[in-house]
Nanobody, 126 residues
């Protein structure tokens, strides 16, 4: 099982920026996909962004596209989520997730990920 450690959450005003970081317990090169999901109170967990290593494809949800950027830092074995122009509706607990190679994977579907971090709170005030 891959251990994922997230950091970088906090409180920011609307229009501000935050950068989340996710460090896996093994090399990113051994993973097929790493992604971010978020869950607001009383809502289901939703997809935010993901990057597949083999095809080097990155996916974003329509609600964050153009504002969030998934950044793979191989030198530091870290995945970053750069979040700009934050909105109050971005408030949620953000989770990093990963999956090793094998099987058919929908990078936007939470059920296709096997490993999850503990989550980090992001709060955007209006």
């Amino acid at each position: 099982q891959v251990q994922l450690v997230e950091s970088g959450g906090g409180l920011v005003q609307a229009g501000g920026s935050l950068r989340l970081a996710c460090v896996p317990s093994e090399s990113q090169l051994s993973l097929y996909v790493m992604g971010w999901f978020r869950q607001a109170p009383a809502k289901e967990r939703e997809f935010v962004a993901a990057t597949t290593w083999g095809g080097q494809r990155t996916y974003y949800s329509s609600s964050v596209k153009g504002r969030f950027t998934n950044i793979r830092d191989s030198a530091n074995n870290t995945l970053y989520l750069q979040m700009d122009n934050l909105k109050p509706e971005d408030t949620a607990v953000y989770y990093c997730a990963s999956r090793r190679p094998g099987g058919v994977v929908d990078a936007t579907r939470a059920a296709d990920y096997t490993d999850w971090g503990q989550g980090t709170q992001v709060t955007v005030s209006s």
